[in-house]
């Protein structure tokens, strides 16, 4: 497992060296020279929305909505597809990041509020990102949380200030594959291995007990409309969405990318919901749940993947 992790960081830190030699310029660290493609941009996306959160978080909040945990990423699906009709207008305006774009719509102001709210509030975000990848290097490896809450923070800012956009561009479609598989695999392995010890509840006794999609007590028609005024707009006028649609070639690539990660993002939806559920039936976790859904459901040769899987997840 170890082994397997170094090697995998290791190769990051690669090809971040790599891209650090062909960056020449501010184009090509900010919006890797405005030469990205639909697939390069789209998987960039789909890596970057699949991040704490949506994946573990989502997994987590299974005893509480059941299937309507499915709805953290039909949400943002449904902003990214909001995006489709402004993205033309938002890259022709946009520079390298949404205070130039705040900038040419509405003003120096503006800019300026942008300029200092996004950096604090994504302080935050970078900040849970590193503790989420410091708790799944110590449910894999013997790591103190101290140490991989640092060697997480070391690789996320070395491999993004070596190469910037280029780097990035360059792991995030992998990742973005990396990510999907194990979801795939952890739930297929699931839906029909069963979950093995008698600890666990039958798999049709849990799907019958589990809150339902795509309503139920505890998530409302109303709990929805909230999430989508308070998702699935920060995948409309997110940074780093826009920081990854710069990065496209011209604006038909751009709004191509946009509808590929929409696309993508629904069956992901009700593969985490359905992994949502079925971790209700586990017994009492320590950690992330999908975490022991792995170790229930996985055989011992296949653990290895899915810890990449998860640490591409906060990456």
Request: proline letters at 5%.
């Amino acid at each position: 497992m170890n082994i397997a992790l170094i090697v995998y960081l290791v190769f990051l830190i690669a090809i971040a060296v790599r891209s650090a030699r062909r960056v020449r310029d501010i184009p090509d660290f900010f919006v890797a020279r405005k030469g990205a493609s639909a697939k390069a941009v789209a998987g960039s996306l789909v890596a970057t929305i699949l991040g704490g959160s949506a994946v573990i978080g989502a997994v987590d909040s299974g005893s509480r909505l059941g299937g309507a945990a499915s709805w953290f990423m039909l949400v943002g699906a449904l902003g990214l597809v909001a995006l489709i009709p402004f993205a033309g207008r938002a890259y022709s305006h946009g520079k390298y990041a949404p205070p130039a774009l705040v900038e040419n719509l509405y003003g120096k102001g503006p800019r300026l509020v942008a300029s200092l709210v996004i950096p604090v509030a994504w302080t935050g975000i970078v900040a849970a990102q590193i503790i989420a990848a410091a708790k799944l290097l110590m449910t894999f490896t013997s790591l103190s949380y101290t140490a991989a809450a640092v060697i997480a923070a070391a690789v996320f800012t070395g491999y993004t200030l070596a190469g910037g956009q280029l780097s990035i561009l360059r792991t995030d479609f992998l990742q973005a594959c990396l990510i999907i598989l194990g979801l795939l695999l952890v739930a297929g392995c699931a839906l029909f291995g069963g979950i093995p010890g008698a600890e666990a509840r039958p798999l049709s006794e849990i799907l019958q007990q589990a809150p339902a999609f795509p309503f139920n007590t505890n998530f409302s028609p109303l709990d929805l409309f909230l999430l989508v005024l308070t998702y699935g707009t920060t995948y409309t006028a997110g940074p780093d969405i826009f920081s990854r649609m710069f990065c496209a070639k011209d604006t038909a690539t751009a709004k191509k990318a946009i509808a590929m990660a929409a696309a993508t993002l629904v069956p992901v939806a009700f593969v985490i919901g359905f992994l949502a559920v079925y971790g209700v039936g586990l017994a009492d976790v320590q950690g992330a749940r999908i975490t022991a859904i792995a170790a229930q459901v996985l055989p011992a040769p296949l653990i290895p993947l899915i810890a990449l899987a998860l640490l591409s997840v906060v990456l």
